[in-house]
């Protein structure tokens, strides 16, 4: 498993550099992302824009990673393919983490006219 | 007209990515449109998972047989297994999880099920000669070549 970390204003972007995050590697991902994460700005961006398949070990390892940020940090997740975005969906997951459709997306300003 | 296909693979994760790789690679060689075999590979996935997780739990891990037959409108993958039965030979109802709860209650885990019956049309049990046999059906329209042809 490969995670890469961007550091911008304000906020940590965590690229997932694979194709699947599924039971073979869910423990992995969340250990990596424990890892990561371990300090740095309350908000953390996943971006999923390479992950093609995730099951729901990969599921409950997304929601293990924001549980462990603990309070006052927050995980959004950017770039989610139409696979992982159907998985979110059904589980309701979706209205858990801010999904936002690509990394500028997420990294936009909240308020344009700020 | 009929297609069928079959794979077998030793029941751990490594082994299961690979199997139910070369299944998805033959649902997209007969025509099946993508966003129905990723919804067939999220089931089929949740299902060997649950195979890997709980039958073979507590014992060297076994094989999984995984079938399919593509017919004009449907699509059936059974999923065969020797490991230990469903409780009670009865499959888990697959409720949806709770998410309007505070965040460190969120569930880590217990999708699989619901998932499997969101995305199939039917789900078949039977427990024969030691075995678990897990049927499920898809509704599927082949695009491509006609199915008839």
């Given at each position: ?6 550091m911008?204003d304000?906020?940590?972007i965590v ?6 995050i599924?039971a073979?590697?869910?423990i992995?991902?969340?250990?990596d992302m424990?890892?990561?994460t371990e300090?740095?700005?309350d ?12 099951d729901?070990?990969g599921?409950?390892?997304i929601?293990a990673?924001?549980?462990?940020l603990g309070?006052?940090r927050?995980?959004?997740?950017a770039?989610l ?6 998985v ?5 997951m979706?209205t858990?983490?801010?999904?936002y459709?690509s990394?500028?997306?997420?990294t936009a300003?909240?308020?344009?006219n700020? | 007209?009929?297609?069928?296909f ?7 994760n ?6 139910i790789t070369?299944?998805?690679e033959?649902?997209?060689s007969?025509?099946?449109?993508g ?5 067939v590979?999220?089931?089929l996935t ?9 039958a ?5 891990p ?7 037959e593509?017919h004009p409108e449907?699509?059936w993958i059974?999923i065969q297994?020797?490991?230990a039965?469903?409780q009670?030979g009865?499959l888990p109802?697959g409720r949806p ?8 209650d ?16 039917q ?10 046999n897990l049927s499920l059906c898809f509704?599927?329209?082949v695009?491509?070549?006609?199915a008839?042809?």
């Amino acid at each position: 498993m490969s995670l890469t970390t961007t550091m911008t204003d304000g906020a940590q972007i965590v690229k997932v550099n694979a194709e699947r995050i599924d039971a073979a590697m869910a423990i992995q991902f969340k250990e990596d992302m424990r890892t990561e994460t371990e300090s740095g700005p309350d908000r953390v961006i996943l971006d999923l824009s390479e992950v093609q398949f995730i099951d729901s070990s990969g599921l409950g390892a997304i929601v293990a990673a924001m549980k462990q940020l603990g309070s006052g940090r927050k995980l959004d997740l950017a770039g989610l393919t139409p696979m992982v975005e159907k998985v979110f969906r059904l589980t309701r997951m979706d209205t858990i983490f801010d999904l936002y459709a690509s990394l500028s997306d997420a990294t936009a300003p909240a308020d344009a006219n700020s | 007209m009929v297609k069928t296909f079959a794979c077998s693979f030793t029941a751990t994760n490594l082994d299961a990515r690979s199997g139910i790789t070369s299944v998805v690679e033959e649902l997209r060689s007969l025509g099946v449109p993508g966003p129905r075999v990723d919804e067939v590979q999220i089931a089929l996935t949740e299902a060997v998972n649950n195979v890997v997780e709980h039958a073979y739990a507590g014992s060297a891990p076994g094989d999984v047989r995984i079938r399919g037959e593509l017919h004009p409108e449907r699509l059936w993958i059974s999923i065969q297994d020797a490991g230990a039965p469903f409780q009670a030979g009865i499959l888990p109802e697959g409720r949806p999880a709770d998410v309007d709860v505070p965040i460190e209650d969120l569930p880590e885990g217990g999708f699989g099920w619901f998932l499997i019956r969101e995305l199939a049309s039917q789900v078949q049990y039977e427990r024969t000669d030691g075995n678990n046999n897990l049927s499920l059906c898809f509704e599927i329209q082949v695009t491509g070549q006609s199915a008839d042809a």
